[in-house]
């Protein structure tokens, strides 16, 4: 489906043998809005993003956040990002933004046990890794969630023998990712692939930094292994309860819990369990009570 402004862009559409929906305003429009709302208001437990299907911007508010702004209208000094200006300049767009209310809320964690674990916390504290890469001359990194590796120096196998430690994180600089330096065997590294744990193994042909409203994607990740959802916001930016704000992320029914953070999300090329697919970000927040995933997209 791509949304045209008229008569004209559907027929160019349709040239090409696609099929075409009229809308009223175009990206370039909702992108506006978008930052005019993102360079205004830095609201906790809230993400602003767009829906292009139902040609919108959508404020996505859940119940943290609304509990938040209750404690901060109930303080004599009423300080604080205030949810109710937000919600106000949102309402000022009219029919261009949706507000959406979502029970509990997305949190970046590490915990549980698994695939790449804190060390000297082994068996309690754990990521999940994402895509490996080899950079040449031995050069071997393991991608995952920023907020991983910020919170983290050096990490452990399930064995609870050291693999590597954290090279960098973005989690602050506005994205949620971050590396790590494989220093473990070279023959327990393995390039190209993801681990659906019982349904085998997929490998990686490339990687699609675009997704839409609708598009089924999975993930892979040690908490909750494989799960797969469709896509709900295909382009958000959402802050964290710590006030680290990401950009370029999207949210998708895909169920994950804590320890999922840093998972590969990925679409299947050809079809589900075909075996080969495109990756497309990293699980950065967890919204168990929705089952839904707050990916950091490519």
Known sequence: MVAVL??????????????SQRVTRSWNELKAIEG??????????????????????????????????????????????????LLEAALAFGTAVRVEYEAGSYEPAIRGGGVIMVEGQCGSNWCSAGVLQNLGNGNKRILTAGHCTTAASYWDNGSCSRIGYSLWSNYW????????????????????????????????????????????????GYSTHYSCGDVVIPSTTYTYPDGATIYDAFTANVYCRNGDSGSPVFKWEGGNLSGYVWWNGLVSGCNPNLGRALVQGL
């Open 6 to 19: 008229d008569e004209d862009g559907a027929n160019q559409v349709r040239a090409l043998g696609a099929v």
């Open 36 to 85: 005019s709302l993102t360079g205004r208001f830095r609201v906790k437990n809230t993400g602003i993003g767009i829906d292009m299907k139902q040609n919108c911007v959508v404020l996505t508010v859940t119940e943290a956040a609304e509990r938040a702004e209750r404690e901060r209208t109930a303080r004599p000094s009423n300080d604080g990002e205030s949810l109710s200006a």
């Open 173 to 220: 600089a506005g994205s949620d990712m971050g590396a790590i330096q494989w220093t473990g065997a070279a023959s327990s590294f393995k390039l190209g692939e993801i681990t659906l744990y019982e349904y085998g193994t997929a490998y990686i042909l490339g990687s699609h930094s675009s997704v839409w409203t609708g598009e089924w994607v999975c993930k892979s």
